[in-house]
């Protein structure tokens, strides 16, 4: 292949890296690629159809052409509408209900495969597998414990493949990973100038991880895959700033150095495809989240006379969870497939008194649709939509005596997705 070639495509990854830092929505981002959306990414281990197995499964690489590169961009527009049912929240009593919390967001990612030789392959992935943004009106009554949760993380994930034999290839990876965290709150309830006055932490860091996975062909119309990603502990590090009438009124409204560990959780899929017949292919896909390790999130004063002390504890409780998608493609022709999936997704928050408003999340069932056009030998070009069922969140969260309110009420939530991806073989 012509170098300048080469070029283009490498570059068209970088943007979509970099048009990535701009914003994610979620917590833990499936959107790895647009491709699984028509299936509710049911299948993601084990059906290898381009060059995003790099992040699902880096073993499928040896499913592929010699050459190929995948970039995508999702959609996602989550809906989170709060309704007061007995708060009080001091002198923000009343002040309003935050409108929706939630807003559109451009989840982009890319992938290059290579083929060293017959049975190696290497690869480069880029993503934001994990991600958050709930921002309210403000004023509002839950303002003292959020009025803004930002989380970015954006991920590089080199990768090998090799194929063992013709029913085994194994796969790894390491992730480059960044985070970025901004919260922003309302100082506390308790009088006008501190309800006016604004903490926001700003946050960063960055680690590495690592990604394993293994593909089995069981069968010519049969194939397993597993795949495992490690945890990643981030230590942020970063900014408390303080800004309003009561700004430096005492050490714990003062300015300074402050830092937040936050451990993201490992996962571990399995998944199955299975041709039913020339036109029908069936797909699975089980999946765990250790979301366990996040039982909370201290923010620590890093300077100052407060240096070493907590200053905020973000109770979440977390509990691992479970994913469960069914998926089904339907070959309508040579250059056109339809794609179908459902599935249910577990939330890690464990009772209405955990549930955070930065987080307003709840189990929610997928139900998605899709199509693959075959646009030229070498080119596909998927299209996919999700709409996410999420039944009534109600929350119970008691932080009056730490002088940021009682909120009890209940979100309203609900989550579109829509996607695209291109791939092609050179």
């Given at each position: 292949?012509?170098?300048?070639?080469?070029?283009?495509?490498?570059?068209?990854?970088?943007?979509?890296?970099?048009?990535?830092?701009?914003?994610?929505?979620?917590?833990?981002?499936?959107?790895?690629?647009?491709s699984?959306?028509?299936?509710?990414?049911?299948?993601?281990?084990?059906?290898a159809?381009?060059?995003?197995?790099?992040?699902?499964?880096?073993?499928?690489?040896?499913?592929?052409?010699e050459?190929?590169?995948?970039?995508?961009?999702?959609?996602?527009?989550p809906?989170?509408?709060?309704?007061?049912?007995?708060?009080?929240?001091?002198?923000?009593?009343?002040?309003?209900?935050?409108?929706?919390?939630?807003?559109?967001?451009?989840?982009?990612n890319?992938?290059?495969?290579?083929?060293?030789?017959?049975?190696?392959?290497?690869?480069?992935?880029?993503?934001?597998?994990?991600?958050l943004?709930?921002?309210?009106?403000?004023?509002?009554?839950?303002?003292?414990?959020?009025?803004?949760?930002?989380?970015?993380?954006?991920?590089?994930?080199?990768?090998?493949?090799?194929?063992?034999?013709?029913?085994?290839?194994?796969?790894?990876?390491?992730?480059?990973?960044?985070?970025?965290?901004?919260?922003?709150?309302?100082?506390?309830?308790?009088s006008?100038?501190?309800?006016?006055?604004?903490?926001?932490?700003?946050?960063?860091?960055?680690?590495?991880?690592?990604?394993?996975?293994a593909?089995?062909?069981?069968?010519?119309?049969?194939?397993?895959?597993?795949?495992?990603r490690?945890?990643?502990?981030?230590?942020?590090?970063?900014?408390?700033?303080?800004?309003?009438?009561?700004?430096?009124?005492?050490?714990?409204?003062?300015?300074?150095?402050?830092?937040?560990?936050?451990?993201?959780?490992?996962?571990?899929?399995?998944?199955?495809?299975?041709?039913?017949?020339?036109?029908?292919?069936?797909?699975?896909?089980?999946s765990?989240?250790?979301?366990?390790?996040?039982?909370?999130?201290?923010?620590?004063?890093?300077?100052?006379?407060?240096?070493?002390?907590?200053?905020?504890?973000?109770?979440?409780?977390?509990?691992?969870?479970?994913?469960?998608?069914?998926?089904?493609?339907?070959?309508?022709?040579?250059?056109?497939?339809?794609?179908?999936?459902?599935?249910?997704?577990?939330?890690?928050?464990?009772?209405?008194?955990?549930?955070?408003?930065?987080?307003?999340?709840?189990?929610?069932?997928?139900?998605?649709?899709?199509?693959?056009?075959?646009?030229d030998?070498?080119?596909?070009?998927?299209?996919?939509?999700?709409?996410?069922?999420?039944?009534?969140?109600?929350?119970?969260?008691?932080?009056?005596?730490?002088?940021?309110?009682?909120?009890?009420?209940?979100?309203?939530?609900?989550?579109?997705?829509?996607?695209?991806?291109?791939?092609?073989?050179?």
């Open positions: 292949m012509h170098m300048k070639t080469l070029a283009r495509l490498i570059s068209l990854l970088a943007a979509g890296l970099a048009s990535g830092q701009a914003v994610a929505a979620g917590f833990q981002l499936l959107e790895q690629n647009a699984g959306i028509g299936n509710a990414y049911a299948g993601s281990a084990a059906v159809e381009n060059a995003s197995t790099i992040f699902f499964n880096p073993a499928g690489m040896t499913q592929l052409k050459r190929e590169v995948s970039a995508g961009l999702s959609l996602v527009r809906t989170f509408k709060f309704s007061n049912r007995g708060s009080s929240t001091g002198v923000m009593t009343g002040a309003g209900d935050g409108n929706d919390a939630g807003s559109w967001a451009a989840i982009p890319g992938y290059l495969s290579w083929a060293l030789r017959k049975d190696l392959y290497v690869g480069v992935g880029f993503g934001a597998p994990f991600g943004v709930t921002e309210y009106d403000n004023p509002w009554l839950g303002g003292a414990q959020a009025i803004k949760f930002d989380i970015k993380t954006y991920n590089i994930n080199p990768s090998v493949a090799y194929r063992v034999n013709e029913k085994v290839s194994i796969g790894a990876g390491l992730s480059y990973q960044r985070m970025e965290a901004e919260y922003v709150r309302n100082a506390t309830v308790t006008a100038a501190l309800a006016a006055t604004r903490a926001t932490l700003d946050a960063g860091d960055n680690r590495w991880g690592w990604n394993v996975g593909l089995f062909t069981l069968s010519p119309g049969t194939k397993v895959g597993v795949s495992y490690s945890a990643i502990k981030h230590e942020l590090t970063g900014r408390l700033s303080v800004n309003g009438p009561a700004a430096g009124a005492s050490a714990a409204l003062a300015t300074g150095s402050a830092k937040a560990e936050v451990e993201l959780p490992d996962t571990f899929i399995l998944s199955v495809a299975q041709s039913l017949s020339d036109k029908w292919e069936m797909l699975g896909d089980v765990w989240t250790g979301w366990s390790s996040i039982p909370k999130v201290d923010i620590v004063r890093t300077s100052g006379v407060l240096s070493g002390v907590t200053v905020q504890t973000l109770d979440t409780h977390f509990r691992d969870t479970w994913r469960y998608a069914l998926g089904a493609n339907y070959r309508m022709s040579d250059t056109l497939k339809l794609k179908f999936g459902i599935a249910y997704d577990q939330t890690p928050v464990q009772s209405a008194q955990h549930r955070l408003v930065s987080l307003p999340d709840n189990n929610r069932t997928w139900l998605s649709t899709g199509a693959q056009l075959r646009l030998r070498g080119s596909l070009l998927d299209l996919g939509v999700a709409y996410l069922h999420v039944p009534e969140s109600t929350i119970d969260n008691n932080q009056a005596t730490l002088g940021r309110g009682y909120v009890k009420g209940a979100y309203d939530a609900r989550v579109w997705i829509l996607g695209a991806q291109y791939s092609m073989a050179f």
